[in-house]
């Protein structure tokens, strides 16, 4: 009883916070610490106080000292909501789906931990969203086949940095791990279409991106311990994405330029 009397009265004093309307989620992983300190950095200076920074770490299993490394960095970094550490390389899809079961925001945004977000970028992202209709937002992505970064609708959007409403997420389900990595983002903005939200490319959104696994086709990938064949993935990734019906027509397997 005398516990009970005092955590009411303590409670009397505290007032309710309410959830951020927008949430940013940084995944970590192989990145340099210090790139990662400025990732994190770009964006606390522009969360204001609706917005919310979750970050989850992957472990690095090539040198689990790098992921020490970069944990430091997270419990440094002033602005940092909520984060936590994956003991294994879990594949981007899973730390996106953890990232957002931490997050509250009715808008969040999925962020690497290589992108480093300019001066009003995060109010450039918000403002895609003006739209009801629209259920995702990117910086770039691809229509009628092509790579584009100029403003307007899309197919589908990059995997670097992109936002989605949450009610679409709802709708729709999480991010698939069978496409993960390096299709994630094609497959989810497929199903988001599918399910009658527009996916749209925002304008005004300053930021410097470091190439990635993505591009780095010699490059090794463990999800959970395990060596994944890279050359099955990426034929497998670019059989799927020219099945799409907005790649009908093209005769190369590679999405042109």
């Not at 009397?12 to 400025?38: D, M, N």
């Not at 190439?211 to 090794?220: A, F, K, L, V, W």
Request: net charge positive; aromatic share 8%; glycine share 10%.
């Amino acid at each position: 009883m005398f516990f009970r009397k005092t955590n009411k009265s303590i409670l009397k004093h505290v007032a309710p916070q309410a959830p951020a309307r927008f949430s940013f989620i940084v995944t970590g992983w192989g990145e340099k610490p210090s790139l990662l300190r400025k990732a994190l950095n770009s964006v606390a200076d522009q969360l204001g106080t609706e917005g919310e920074l979750i970050v989850v770490i992957n472990q690095y299993e090539d040198d689990p000292g790098h992921t020490e490394k970069l944990v430091t960095v997270v419990e440094n970094t002033v602005g940092v909501t909520r984060w936590c550490r994956i003991s294994q390389n879990s594949g981007v899809a899973r730390a996106w789906n953890v990232g957002y079961q931490l997050s509250e925001g009715d808008l969040f945004f999925i962020m690497n931990g290589d992108c480093v977000l300019k001066k009003g970028a995060v109010t450039a992202l918000l403002k895609g969203f003006a739209s009801p209709k629209v259920g995702i937002v990117g910086v770039g992505g691809i229509r009628d086949g092509r790579k584009v970064d100029t403003p307007g609708p899309c197919q589908g959007v990059h995997g670097f940095l992109f936002g989605v409403r949450r009610k679409t997420h709802q709708k729709i389900g999480e991010f698939d791990i069978v496409f993960s990595p390096l299709a994630d983002e094609v497959e989810y903005c497929v199903r988001a279409s599918k399910a009658g939200w527009e996916i749209y490319i925002a304008d005004g959104v300053g930021f410097n991106h470091t190439c990635t696994i993505s591009e780095q086709t010699d490059r090794d990938i463990r999800h959970f311990g395990r060596l994944l064949d890279r050359a099955i993935l990426d034929r497998a990734n670019l059989a799927y994405k020219i099945s799409l019906p907005w790649m009908e027509g093209r005769a190369s397997l590679k999405i042109q330029e």
